[in-house]
């Protein structure tokens, strides 16, 4: 069915939208929803307009701004559906001039729009008022010699192709900044367009773009190939820290000498370990990872160094154990410091004499295997305590390397991300559009207990939680952020424009109240949802919007909390 608004309609409250705005003076940062938002001077944008079209002419310039207002509007569009999501489509469409308008960009007046989303149909036409692109053309540049409305028309052709569904072209019939009297554009699905094709090239790559790109891809791999022959391939990092990690490691990788690897849980030391492997002279051979602490303490030294048959009940015939399996290769014992006192035995006479003896059995294999073992603990301290012996110790420790953890190697966090990304947008056969601002800014906040297996199992969860062509929310990939929301204080813009604080001392008194109580912060989330549901009637997408958080979030947390609607 047809929807169709004509002028003389009354414009949609607004509030929803400018609820989203906040302040954050101490971070220094300006939010809309979870996007990170600039106040930049109009100037400024013309001094960068006028230096781009004199560095590469007006044709490349307005692909570039038409492509600069193409990812703002994918960005309003996907927020559009996540906060209107029960709404009629004109008004789920009218977000996109209302969010034109509120940001200061222009004033978008909706003269006719005919929606018919299910059918696919869609025309539009639209008035601009006040275009800081024209602005600039007549205060800067001078009269122009076409439309001069770029981003802003990068901007509706985007969110409404997204809105729709199908590629939607607008056009500037006539514009302020080319000499006409007024601007106003029209919109319509792509192929009702003469020119579609020629236009729709605005918004790929601009060749010389395209081959520099081409390029730097070339150089970045072939330095990449020099890197890992040349041994500094240890997983993903860039940080200061974590290359003097690597650095100190890849001296040892060529030789047979033991190496100890030291660091918190999840800091990638199995990554590591294969690397190690893989850079020495053994590459070809097996790599053999073992985790101590999975194997039951009376299976450990057979698993370890092989059974003969009838050795113990179950033991119906004669195996190799890891060791053997790793013969001429390398074996990465993790949490070794779970060791059994006789294992711990066994493991320092493979290390002496290079040979074992199965369980159960006379005679001596000899084996030539390299040890990369890791632990989380102190091995001094297990000394200490009497669980793990000292000439062991002293034996694994020859070459001791402490990986850092991730909270002290932050400026690899986006490379990490990216490399999870697209692993689970691949395993999942989805694509976002990546995190959002706030998501980033949260991520560099957190101190990551649990490290790079933390962060690889929160971005799988926010990629499971999201749909195709949206952003990853921080409601998405951690189950609660309500300390963070406690901690905030932030500045609050309502719908007349003035910034509000709230009243610190009233914050502190329902806080101190919830603590002295004792209840936790689980509790805090059932309640609140709850009661959110109760306001909104059983409505879940009404519930969302009353919490601030998406649809699919909330829905996670009914589960979570055994709420049933």
């Known amino acids: ?187 319509k699905p792509a192929q009702d367009w003469e020119d579609h094709e020629e236009f729709s090239q605005y918004f790929k790559e601009e060749p010389l773009i395209e081959q520099l790109y081409s390029l730097q891809s070339q150089v970045n791999s072939l330095r990449n190939n020099l890197e890992r022959q040349q041994g500094q391939y240890y997983g993903i990092g860039q940080s200061a820290s974590y290359k003097e990690a690597c650095m100190k490691i890849d001296k040892a990788a060529q030789g047979k000498v033991s190496v100890l690897l030291l660091g918190e849980t999840g800091v990638g030391k199995e990554v590591i370990a294969r690397s190690v492997h893989l850079r020495s002279k053994r590459a070809e051979q097996p790599f053999v990872a073992v985790n101590c602490a999975a194997i039951p303490h009376e299976l450990i030294e057979a698993e370890l160094f092989g059974v003969e048959k009838g050795a113990f009940t179950g033991a119906n015939q004669s195996r190799e154990g890891r060791f053997e399996r790793a013969d001429k290769g390398t074996i990465f014992l993790d949490e070794v410091v779970e060791l059994t006192p006789r294992a711990q035995a066994t493991l320092l006479r493979v290390l002496q004499e290079q040979e074992l003896e199965r369980v159960g059995g006379t005679q001596t294999h000899k084996i030539d295997v390299r040890v990369i073992a890791a632990t989380n603990e102190s091995l001094e301290q297990a000394v200490n305590d009497g669980r793990f012996r000292a000439d062991l110790f002293y034996r694994l420790s020859v070459f001791p390397v402490n990986i850092p953890p991730l909270r002290d190697r932050l400026d690899d966090i986006p490379l990490l991300v990216e490399h999870f990304l697209q692993k689970f947008h691949d395993d999942y056969s989805k694509r976002t559009l990546g995190l959002s601002d706030k998501t980033w800014d949260y991520l560099y906040k957190y101190t990551w207990p649990g490290n790079i297996r933390e962060l690889e199992n929160v971005i799988e969860r926010g990629v499971i939680l999201t749909d195709s062509n949206e ?53 805090v989330e059932k309640i609140l949802t709850e009661k959110a549901m109760a306001k909104a009637k059983d409505n879940i997408s009404g519930a969302a919007r009353l919490l601030g958080v998406t649809r699919p979030a909330l829905a996670y947390r009914l589960k979570k909390h055994g709420i049933v609607v």
Not at 485 to 513: C, F, M, Q, R
């Open 471 to 523: 952003t990853i929310s921080v409601d998405s990939l951690f189950a609660s952020t309500m300390e963070q929301l406690l901690a905030n204080n932030v500045g609050h813009v309502y719908a007349d424009g003035a910034v509000v604080k709230a009243s610190e001392k009233d914050k502190d008194k329902w806080i101190d109240d919830i603590l002295d109580r004792k209840i936790s912060l689980d509790d």
């Open 1 to 187: 069915m047809s929807s169709v608004f004509n002028i003389g309609d009354v414009e949609a409250d607004i509030k929803d939208l400018t609820d989203l705005i906040r302040f954050n003076t101490e971070d220094g940062k300006v939010w809309f929803g979870e996007q990170r938002m600039l106040l930049m001077h109009v100037s400024a944008m013309a001094a960068f307009r006028r230096e781009l079209l004199n560095s590469i002419g007006v044709e490349r310039a307005k692909g570039f701004f038409l492509r600069l207002g193409y990812q703002s509007g994918l960005r309003d569009a996907e927020l559009s559906r996540r906060l209107r999501p029960t709404c009629s489509d004109i008004d789920i469409f009218l977000t996109g001039p209302q969010l034109h308008s509120l940001k200061g960009m222009v004033k978008a007046t909706p003269l006719k729009i005919d929606i018919d989303q299910k059918n696919g149909h869609f025309y539009a036409e639209i008035e601009w008022l006040n275009s800081w692109e024209v602005e600039v053309v007549q205060t800067e540049l001078g009269k122009m010699d076409d439309p001069a409305c770029w981003s802003l028309l990068g901007y509706a052709c985007a969110f409404t192709s997204s809105f729709m569904g199908r590629e939607i072209i607008f056009r500037e019939v006539s514009c302020r900044g080319f000499g006409d009297e007024r601007c106003l554009i029209i919109g």
